[in-house]
């Protein structure tokens, strides 16, 4: 589990094809290295991936072409900037909402304007996803969390204040990118909950 609150960037220093599949590695400098071990779960720009194992700075994980086909991180390149959250521990500040990991589908920014100091951000999503959205509600973003302004149709905007624009990768988007959007968790299990009680 995470929390949606970004502790770093990182670069792709290596994306390299393993039968089929992808193995990345990323510059882990700017995360604890306490919080690094083979086995663990990193959030890399809102996606759960195993870190598979370490190396001159960069922790390495692979991405199965399920991730690859449901996630941006096949758009990525080397150099690109990534958001990194090491999954919460017993104790750790629950700041943002809980984040699983798991994208439900790649939405994408359509209008992107200065509001005050903020910015406003709208997205488009698969219509089927729009019913998990609600306005002050909580959704996860390239792994940020953030709280939806307002809804209309397969669109919903929120806004970003100058820090999260600065120190997240959301202050490099621009018309017509793909992002990584996972809906509330606890929205999910309430729908699933609610079908089972109508059947």
């Given at each position: 589990m995470f929390t949606g609150i970004i502790v770093a960037t990182g670069r792709v220093t290596v994306m390299a094809e393993r039968g089929g599949d992808l193995e990345l590695a990323i510059d882990a400098a700017a995360l604890d290295p306490a919080r690094i071990a083979i086995g663990d779960s990193i959030s890399v720009e809102g996606v759960c991936l195993t870190v598979t194992r370490m190396a001159d700075g960069c922790f390495f994980a692979d991405v199965s072409r399920e991730t690859l086909a449901k996630t941006t991180l096949g758009t990525l390149a080397q150099g690109s900037r990534v958001n990194l959250e090491p999954s919460l521990r017993a104790g750790d500040a629950l700041g943002g909402h809980w984040v699983s990991g798991h994208v439900d589908a790649v939405g994408k920014l359509k209008t992107l304007v200065q509001d005050a100091r903020s910015w406003?951000?709208?997205?488009?999503?698969?219509?089927?996803?729009?019913?998990?959205?609600?306005?002050?509600?909580?959704?996860?973003?390239?792994?940020?969390?953030?709280?939806?302004?307002?809804?209309?149709?397969?669109r919903f905007d929120v806004n970003i204040i100058p820090h999260t624009r600065q120190v997240t990768t959301l202050g490099d988007l621009k018309t017509d990118d793909g992002v990584n959007i996972e809906i509330d968790v606890i929205a999910r299990y309430l729908e699933r909950l609610m079908s089972k009680t109508e059947e």
């Open positions: 406003r951000l709208e997205f488009e999503l698969p219509a089927q996803l729009m019913r998990f959205v609600a306005p002050k509600g909580s959704i996860c973003i390239n792994g940020v969390s953030l709280t939806v302004n307002h809804v209309e149709g397969r």
